[in-house]
C-alpha cells in the first residue's frame, strides 16, 4: 500500500528533475554554426616561437572555443586576488599583474635584460649611479602620463618600514635606503628625479647583479599614493583588488576561486592588444587538460606536469599546441656541512655517483627532466660547457673505491664504520612529494650496496624549513627557483642567508663576489663558468635535476612567442585569435 | 525553556574560551610560520624575515600574542589574511557562501535519499530491494570522493558534454537573477551528486536501524491491533519515534554545512572555504586558519544546544523542568 503511493511520487520527482536539467543544458550548447565549410586556413601576423610542438589537426578544435571569437581564457592555478605587482606573492597573482602593469626592464629570451618602461639606462660605475631614462609615450590605462614620480613613488612603497611585500629591494643597496627603511630619514637619499622621464639612483656601490634588484613593476602615484606617507600604505593596499597599471590589459572583475577578467587597454604603447577580452580561469591539476579538451581554455599554463603521460594525451587531442621549457630551477639533496662526515669531498662524491639519480627523476617525470650537476639552469648564459664539468653517472664502485679513500672501511655487518661510528644518514623526507616518493627507496637500496644505512623521517615542509634553519638535520630534498639572473650569493656565499647548510669555500666566495662586482656581462660569463666548476667538484649539495615546464594551448590562438625566462605574459599584446 | 537557553549559552563561554587556547595554541607551536615558508624565496636575509615577523607580530611571547589575537576577535576583528592580504572576514565571506550552498543542496537529496532507502529497507527487511540498497549504498559508501568525482566528471561532464566540467558559473557570462540561478545549479549537479552518493549510505543505515528498533516495539503491536492502517502505524507510530535520534544528527550536522569539503572542491574547482583553508594551514596563514576554526566551534557549540532544545520539544519525556 505504503509503496504504491510512494514510488510515483519519487519517480514524477527525479523525471521532473531531469527534464528541468536538460532544459536548461540545452538553452546553453546552442553555438552559432558556421554556415561556410572549410574556409581558407586563417594565418597570423605573429607566428608562435619555434619552441612548440604544433598541433597536426585543426579541424579538431572544439566548437565551444570557436565560438568565442574575442575572448581568451588561459587556465592557472588559482590566483588569490593579490592584484598588486608589488604585493602578490604566488607566480599566479604574478601572471594577472603582468597583464596589468609594466616593469622598468623586461627579461629577454636568453635571460639579458633589456628596455621596457626604461628605453635605456647608463651605468656609472665611478660615481655608482644608475640613471634610467623613461619613454616619453607611456599612459596609464586611464589616460595619466607615466613618469619618473611614478617609479619614484614605487620605489618608495617597497623601501617603507611598513612594506610586507615579497620585494627585497634592500638587495640592490640604495644610497639611504637603510636610513628610510630603519631609521628616520624622511627621504631616501639615493633616489633623484631628474626630469620627468629620467630617475637616478645613487647605489653604495654599482654592481653586475644592481640592474635586476633595481628593476621593478611600476604603480602610478596618482592613483595609489592619494594618502601616502612614509608608514602608511594602507592607501596602496586598499586598492588591491582594483589595480590600475600600464600594461596592455586593464583589470575588469575578480570572482575569487573562479576568474580574473581583463578588458584590452587599447592605448597600450607596444599597440593595442589583437585580442578584445582576456579571462583568467581556475583550474585544476585533475581538469587543466579536460578544460583545453572541451575548449573551456585557450591557453594553460600551470597546472599540467611536464611527464610523458600528459604529453601523449595532449598529443591525442590533436589540436591542441604544446611547449617544453626547461623549468628556470633545480631540485637538489642538501648536506650539513656541520657534521664531520660529510665535510670530507669525497664523501659527498661517493654520495653523488653511488645514487642512481637517473632513475629517480625517470620515475617522477617520465624522461621529461634531466640530472644535473650544476646548480644553474641549462639555458642560462652562465651554465658552463658540459665538457668541462664532471657527470656523477651512477658508479657504485667508484663509490666505494672513494668510500674507502675516506676511510669508512666495511665492518662485518655490511656497513661502513670510521673510528668505531656506523655510516648512517638521516633524512628529512618532506611529505607528500613526489620526488621523494621516488628519491627515498632508492637511496635506501642503493647505499644500502655502499655499506650505508639511509633512515628517511617523512615531515611537513614547514617542519623540514624549521629544522634546517635551526641546523638540526643532515640530508634533505629541496629545489630551487632561479632568476634570470644568476648570482648565487644568498645560497653558497659562507655567510650567504640562505646558505643553511653551513658551507663555506673560500674560492667559491671569491668567485662569487668578482662575478657579483663584474658589470661586464661577457666576463661574469667566464667567472661563473669558472664558479660552476668549482661547485661541480666540490658538491655543496648533490644536485638532482631540472624539469620542464608545460604550456599548453588550443591552435586557435597564435602569436606565443616563450622562453624560459620570458613567459607567455609578454606575448599577451600580440597573440590572436585565428578564426576558423 | 529561554531559561534554559539562556543558561546554556553562558555556559558555552568557558568552553569557548578554552576551545580558543587549545586551537590557538596548536597553531601556534605547529613547526614554522608564514615567514619560514617564504623563506623559499633565496632574496629572503635574516633581517628581512626579522621584520616580517615584527610587522606580522610573530615575535611576540605566545601569551601576547594570543590575547592580541582574542581581544581583536571579540571586537569582530579576525586580522588580516597573510596569503590573500586582506581581512579574514573578506576572505572567508568570499568562499564560505559557495560551500554553504553545496552544502544544503548536498543535505537535502542526502536526507531525502537516505530517508528513502532506510525505511523501505526497515519495513521490508531481507527483501531484495533491501539486499540491493545495502550492497550499492557500501559500494558507494566506500568509494573515495576523488575517484568518484574523477569518474563523474569524465563520463558526464567530457564524454557526454551534458554539465560543465567544474567550476561555479560560466566562464565570461554575466547572468543574473533566474539566469545566474540556473547557470550555478547546472555546475552544482556532478559535485553535489558525487558527495550525495557517498555519504548516502551511512544515512540510510542509520534510518534502516532506527525503524527496525521501533517496527519491533509493543506499541508498533498494539497499533497494528487496533487495526490501524498500515500507512498509519509505519508513519505516525513508527517513523515518529525512529526519528527522534535523528534529530540530534541532523542538528549536530548543521555546522558541517559552512565547513566546506576539501577534496571535493578542489576536483570540481568549486570556490568553497575548504581548499582555501587547506592551502591556509599548507603556508600558516594563523589569522585565516584561526578565524575559520573559530567559526566552526562557536557554530557547533550552537548546534550542540540546538540539538538538546529540540529533542526536547520533540519528545516531551526528555522535556527539561
Known sequence: ?580 | MTQFIIRRLLQSIPTLIGASIIIFLIFAMAPGDYVTSQLQNPKMTEERAAQLRALYGLDKPLPQRYISWASGVLKGDLGDSLLFKKPVVRVINDFIWNSFILGVAIMFFEWLIASIIGIYSAIRQYSVFDTIATLLVFILYSLPSFFLGLVMLKVFAVDLKWFPLGGMITTGSNYTGWAHIVDVSKHMVLPVATLTLISVGGLSRYFRANMLEVIKQDYIRTARAKGLKERTVIFKHALRNALLPLITLFTLELPSLFAGAMITERIFNWPGIGKVVLEGIYIRDYPLFLGYTMLITVLTILANILADVLYGVADPRVRLK
Request: hydrophobic share 35%; with cysteine; charged share 25%.
Open chain 1, 1 to 580: 500500500m505504503l509503496r504504491k503511493k510512494w514510488l510515483p511520487l519519487v519517480v514524477t520527482l527525479i523525471f521532473i528533475l531531469s527534464v528541468f536539467l536538460t532544459s536548461c543544458g540545452k538553452t546553453e550548447t546552442q553555438t552559432p554554426q558556421q554556415s561556410q565549410e572549410q574556409k581558407t586556413t586563417p594565418t597570423a601576423s605573429v607566428q608562435d616561437s619555434d619552441n612548440w610542438t604544433k598541433a597536426k589537426d585543426t579541424s579538431k578544435i572544439p566548437e565551444a572555443s570557436k565560438a568565442r571569437t574575442d575572448t581568451l581564457i588561459i587556465g592557472l592555478h588559482e590566483p588569490k586576488g593579490v592584484f598588486n605587482p608589488l604585493y602578490s606573492e604566488t607566480s599566479y597573482d604574478n601572471y594577472v599583474n603582468s597583464a596589468i602593469f609594466d616593469s622598468l626592464l623586461e627579461v629577454d629570451f636568453d635571460g639579458t635584460y633589456i628596455p621596457s618602461l626604461a628605453k635605456s639606462w647608463d651605468i656609472d660605475k665611478d660615481n655608482n649611479t644608475i640613471t634610467f631614462h623613461l619613454r616619453d609615450d607611456v599612459k596609464f590605462s586611464d589616460g595619466t602620463p607615466l613618469t619618473a614620480k611614478d617609479v619614484e613613488f614605487s620605489y618608495y612603497v617597497l623601501a617603507d618600514p611598513t612594506y610586507d611585500g615579497p620585494i627585497a629591494l634592500s638587495a640592490a643597496g640604495i644610497k639611504g635606503f637603510k636610513e628610510y627603511n630603519e631609521g628616520n630619514a624622511d627621504k631616501i637619499e639615493g633616489i633623484k628625479v631628474i626630469d620627468d622621464h629620467t630617475i637616478q639612483i645613487q647605489l653604495e656601490k654599482v654592481l653586475g647583479t644592481s640592474l635586476s634588484d633595481l628593476n621593478i613593476p611600476v604603480i602610478p602615484q596618482h592613483y595609489y599614493g592619494k594618502d601616502f606617507a612614509k608608514g602608511k600604505l594602507d592607501g596602496v593596499k586598499a586598492l588591491e583588488q582594483q589595480p590600475l597599471g600600464s600594461g596592455p590589459y586593464v583589470f575588469e572583475k575578480f570572482v575569487p576561486g573562479q576568474e580574473v577578467r581583463l578588458v584590452a587597454n587599447e592605448n597600450y604603447w607596444k599597440g593595442a592588444p589583437k585580442i578584445k577580452h582576456l579571462i583568467y580561469k581556475t583550474t585544476t591539476e585533475e581538469t587543466a587538460v579536460q578544460m583545453l579538451q572541451t575548449g573551456e581554455t585557450d591557453y594553460e599554463t600551470s597546472n599540467i606536469t611536464a611527464k610523458k603521460d600528459n604529453v601523449e594525451l595532449l598529443e591525442s587531442l590533436g589540436f591542441v599546441d604544446y611547449s617544453l621549457l626547461p623549468t628556470n630551477g633545480y631540485g637538489y639533496i642538501a648536506f650539513n656541512h656541520k657534521l664531520p662526515k660529510f665535510q670530507d669531498v669525497r664523501v659527498r662524491k661517493a654520495l653523488a655517483y653511488g645514487l642512481n639519480r637517473k632513475a629517480i627523476v625517470d620515475a617522477v617525470y617520465q624522461g621529461l627532466a634531466e640530472v644535473r650537476d650544476v646548480p644553474q639552469s641549462k639555458v642560462s648564459w652562465a651554465y658552463p660547457d658540459e665538457k668541462d664539468i664532471i657527470h656523477y653517472d651512477y658508479n657504485p664502485e667508484k663509490a666505494k673505491q672513494l668510500l674507502d679513500e675516506a676511510g669508512w672501511k666495511l665492518g662485518p655487518d655490511g656497513y661502513r664504520y670510521k673510528d668505531g661510528q656506523k655510516f648512517t644518514i638521516h633524512f628529512l623526507a618532506s611529505s607528500p612529494n613526489p620526488v621523494n616518493d621516488a628519491l627515498v627507496p632508492m637511496a635506501v637500496e642503493n647505499y644500502k650496496e655502499l655499506g650505508i644505512e639511509f633512515v628517511a623521517e617523512p615531515l611537513e615542509f614547514n617542519a623540514i624549513i624549521d629544522k634546517v634553519n635551526k641546523g638540526d638535520f643532515e640530508m634533505y630534498f629541496m629545489a630551487w627557483g632561479l632568476t634570470p639572473e644568476p648570482d648565487p650569493y644568498t645560497i653558497f656565499f659562507s655567510k650567504g642567508s640562505q646558505n643553511k647548510i653551513g658551507y663555506a669555500n673560500p674560492k667559491v666566495d671569491e668567485l662569487i663576489l668578482k662575478g657579483r662586482e663584474e658589470t661586464d656581462i661577457n666576463k661574469r660569463k667566464e667567472i661563473y663558468h669558472e664558479l660552476y666548476k668549482v661547485l661541480n667538484d666540490d658538491l655543496p649539495y648533490i644536485f638532482l635535476y631540472q624539469r620542464n615546464d608545460l604550456n599548453a594551448k588550443n591552435s586557435r590562438v597564435v602569436g606565443f612567442q616563450i622562453s624560459s625566462f620570458r613567459d607567455f605574459t609578454y606575448s599577451l599584446y600580440q597573440a590572436e585569435i585565428l578564426q576558423y
